[in-house]
C-alpha cells in the first residue's frame, strides 16, 4: 500500500492520550462480549444518564427547525421562542450558514455579557472566539505559542493528556510543574520557579504555563492568593497564561468559590500578562458533550497577534452553529419571572446538587479503603486518589485488572502524570451514586484481593 | 505584553487563506457602513437564500428535544420521527455526548450503505471517520502524511486554499501541479509528471496526491478515465490519493457523472493505492454549512496506520453530534413511499435544478465579456473565469477595485493558484439568477471601465 507506519512522523507516532487508549478500548470490547462497563473514564455526564437541560435543548430544537414555534405553540415557552427568534435574527442565516470565524457576533456579544454578569469586568466580544468544544481553542493557542521545537509550554503534573498531546502534536516541549498533592493540589511558587529553571537549563524557551481551575484530573479549586500568585510568576518570566477554566461551574467545596484569571488580572491592573482562556457547553450543569460548544477570551494580546489568531480559524471556516447555540443557552439564563426561569433553576440545581453529594461519596469512600488517600473533590468532575501499587505492578496494569475483574473503567495515573514512585488513577464522579457506592466497594475488594 | 508577532512561528505566519482573506475582510467593513455586498467569495448557499431540507431540520429538531414527538405529534411526518427515534437509539445517549471518537457506529453504518448504493462497493463502516465538514478530515490526512519538512502533497494548480493553508501549518511542501484549462480543467498525465518531476529534484519527497472532484474552484467534472490515468499514476509512484468529493451530487453538464476514486479503485481491484475520500453536508443540496458534518472513508491503509488516524481523532474526542445527524440525514433520505417522500424530492429537485440554471447563467454571462473566457461549469459551485488584467494590476487589485466599485465579493486566482501570466477569479454560482444577471452585468461594466 502507498502508506505504511514509517510514513508517519514522530509528531504524530509520540501523541499519547490515555483517556481514550487501550483501556478504554478493552473495556469496549469486553461490552461488545455482553460485560457490563462502568465509565469513568471520561467527563462524558449525559452518557451517565445526566439529562440536558429543557431551555438548552427548547431553542435548539427551535432554531433547527423554526416553523416548529407556529407548528406547535403549546410546545414551547414563550422565553425559549423569543430567545430562538432573537439567535436567528442574530445569525441572519441560521444554523445552515456558515458564521464569521469567530462565530456569530451575536453571540460572541452574550459571551461578553456573561464575563461581565460574572466577574464585575469588561469583556470585548471581537476578543472572543467561539469554538468546537475548549479542545478546539487549546489546540489554537498552542499552534500560535509553539513556533520551534525548543520552545516550551509549562503544563500541570498532573495534567489533562490533551495538552500532552497537542503539544507533542506541534512538536514543542512539555515543561512539566508539580501540583502540591499535600496541599490539596494548588500551585507552588517553589515549584514553578524549580520547573522554568530546569527548561532553562536544558535550552527551552518557555512560552507560557497551562493552569486548570478547577483541576482536571485533581478537583482542586485554586483561591484568588493562588490565582495572583500565578500572574505575578508568569509577568516575571514572560510568560502568557492560558486558564481552562471549563468547570468553573462545578464547585462543591463549602466557601470555595471560582476565581477567574480575567477577574484577577483586571483586579491587579495587570497589563502585560497576555491571557488565553477557554470555556465549554461540556462539563458544568449542561453537559452539552455532543454539542461541541465553547469559546476562547484573549487578553493582553497585541492586534497583529490576534488577526493570526483569526486567521488560523478561517482556515476550518467556523465552529459548528449548534454548538454556538448551546454556548448561548449557558451563557444566557432564561429571564428571571419569564415562564422558563423556575424549571431552569430547578434542573440545573438538582444537577448540581447531585454532582455534589457525588463528590463527597467517592473522596470519601476512597479514602475509607487501605492504602487509598483522595484529596477532596472540591470541583470538576473527577477523583485522583493516591493508592499503594502492589510490587511489580504498573499503574496501567492495576488499572487493566480492575477492568477485567470488576467492568470498572479508570485511568491510570501515568495517562496524566504524577511524581515518580506513587500511583494514581482518575475516576468521574459521573456515575449515579448507587453505581458509585457498588464502585468503591469493587475497588475496595479488588485492591484488597491485589496484596 | 507576554506575547508578540516574533513568538509566532512561520507555521503559523506564513498560512496563506484568500477565501476569507483581506478582501472579504474589506466587504464586511463596507457592508457594516451601510454598502450592499453579493459575497460570491465562498459556498454558503443558505446565507444566500437557500432553504435547508425539511427533512433534515425535522431530524435534528427531533434529536436535540426528543420529546417533541409526543408534545407535537402532529407537526411530524411519521418517518421523520422514526429516524430520529432510530437515530437516538443508535446513539444510545442522545446528542448530549461524545460519541465513540470516529462517530457513531449507527451513522458509520449508515455513510457505508450510501457508498454501496451510490457505487456498488463494500465499504466497511470500521474505516469511516466523522468529521466537522470535510475541513478537519482533510486536515488529519495531512497532518498523518507530512512526517517531516521535506514531505511534499501534489495539489492542483488552482485548488481550493485548505490544503496550501493545511500543508504550510504543518510544514509540508506544496508539489503544485496544473490543471488542463484548454480542456475543461481535466488532470493531464504529462503535468502531473513532470510537477512530480520538478518535485525531485527539488528533494521533495512527494506523498500524496489531492485531487478535487468535481472541481472547486474549477467546477470540472472529471470522468471516468480521468479518475482511473490518476490511480495509475499514484500506483507507479507509490503515492497515496486525497479525493476532495464533497460536490458529487452537484453535477449540471448533461451526461456527466460523478465517478468516485473509491469505485474506479475496485473497478480496477487496485490494493496498493491508500485512498482518502472526503464528504461534506456543506455543498450537495443540503448546503449545510453551519451543522459541520462530514466523513473521510479510508481504503488500502494498514491497521496499524489507521489506529494513528484514530488516535488524533481522539484528541479532540469527536465531531459534533448535531453534525453527525445531519450527515446522517444526507446518506439516508426518507423511504420511498413514506409520508416526507415527495416533500424530499420536490425540495432537493428545486435547489439542483435552479444551481443548474445559475450554472448556465454565469458561465454564459461572463463569456460574453470581453476579455473573459469561462470553462462551463460542469458541477461544484463555482465559475472561474480567465480575463485580460489591465497593465500594471495584479488580480488582488482588480477584485478590490471590483468590490469598491460594484459591492461584488470575488477572491483573486491568486488565492487558488494560476498559470503565471493569467489572471482569473473565483465567483460562486450561489446567488439567486436575477442577482446573477445584475452581476455579471456590473462586471462587464467594471472590466470595460478599467481598460
Not at 444518564?49 to 430544537?61: D, E, H, N
Not at 460548544?293 to 465552529?319: F, I, W
Not at 495517562?415 to 468521574?428: D, E, K, S
Request: include cysteine.
Amino acid at each position: 500500500m502507498s502508506i505504511s507506519l514509517k510514513d508517519i512522523g514522530s509528531a504524530v507516532l509520540d501523541t499519547q492520550y490515555a483517556v481514550r487508549g487501550p483501556i478504554v478500548a478493552r473495556a469496549q470490547e469486553l461490552e461488545r462480549s455482553g460485560r457490563t462497563i462502568i465509565y469513568c473514564n471520561i467527563g462524558n455526564p449525559q452518557a451517565l444518564g445526566q439529562k440536558p437541560l429543557s431551555w438548552t435543548r427548547r431553542i435548539l430544537a427551535l432554531c433547527e427547525y423554526p416553523d416548529l414555534a407556529t407548528l406547535s405553540p403549546g410546545a414551547f415557552p414563550a422565553d425559549a421562542v423569543d430567545a430562538a427568534r432573537k439567535l436567528l435574527s442574530g445569525s441572519k442565516h441560521g444554523f445552515g450558514a456558515y458564521s464569521e470565524s469567530k462565530g456569530l457576533r451575536f453571540i460572541r456579544d452574550a459571551v461578553a455579557a456573561f464575563i461581565t454578569r460574572r466577574d464585575g469586568i469588561e469583556s470585548d466580544p471581537e476578543s472572543i472566539y467561539l469554538t468546537d468544544g475548549a479542545s478546539k481553542g487549546v489546540q489554537a493557542a498552542l499552534r500560535l505559542l509553539l513556533a520551534s521545537p525548543e520552545d516550551g509550554i509549562m503544563i500541570p503534573i498532573p495534567q489533562y493528556p490533551l495538552y500532552s498531546a497537542t503539544i507533542t502534536m506541534y512538536q514543542g516541549r512539555q515543561v512539566g510543574y508539580y501540583l502540591d498533592e499535600e496541599h490539596d493540589w494548588m500551585l507552588s511558587r517553589d515549584l514553578l520557579e524549580d520547573a522554568l529553571e530546569k527548561a532553562k537549563k536544558a535550552g527551552t524557551t518557555t512560552k507560557a504555563i497551562v493552569v486548570i481551575n478547577p483541576g482536571n484530573p485533581t478537583g482542586s479549586v485554586l483561591d484568588a492568593d493562588n490565582v495572583r500568585m500565578i500572574i505575578g510568576f508568569a509577568k516575571e518570566h514572560g510568560l502568557a497564561i492560558l486558564a481552562d477554566e471549563v468547570y468553573q461551574d462545578n464547585i462543591y467545596r463549602e466557601g470555595a468559590r471560582f476565581e477567574s484569571f480575567a477577574k484577577a488580572m483586571v483586579a491587579l491592573r495587570e497589563k502585560d500578562v497576555s491571557l488565553f482562556s477557554f470555556h465549554s457547553t461540556s462539563k458544568g450543569f449542561l453537559g452539552e458533550c455532543g454539542q461541541r460548544g465553547g469559546y476562547m477570551e484573549l487578553r493582553n494580546v497585541p492586534a497583529d497577534v490576534s488577526a493570526q489568531v483569526l486567521k488560523m480559524q478561517s482556515v476550518s471556516l467556523c465552529s459548528n452553529l449548534p454548538g454556538q447555540a448551546t454556548l448561548y443557552s449557558l451563557v444566557t439564563p432564561p429571564p428571571e419571572g419569564g415562564p422558563s426561569r423556575a424549571e431552569y433553576e430547578r434542573e440545573r440545581g438538582d444537577i448540581l446538587d447531585e454532582l455534589k453529594a457525588r463528590a463527597v461519596l467517592i473522596a470519601d469512600g476512597l479514602n475509607a479503603i487501605p492504602g487509598f488517600r483522595c484529596n477532596a473533590v472540591a470541583g470538576a468532575m473527577y477523583a485522583f486518589p493516591r493508592f499503594d501499587l502492589p510490587t511489580g505492578m504498573s499503574d496501567e496494569g492495576w488499572c487493566m485488572a480492575l477492568l477485567e475483574k470488576t467492568g470498572i473503567c479508570v485511568v491510570p495515573g501515568s495517562g496524566f502524570g504524577q511524581l515518580p514512585g506513587t500511583a494514581h488513577f482518575r475516576a468521574t464522579i459521573l456515575p449515579p451514586r448507587d453505581q458509585l457506592a457498588t464502585m468503591v466497594s469493587s475497588i475496595a475488594a479488588f485492591h484488597a484481593g491485589q496484596h
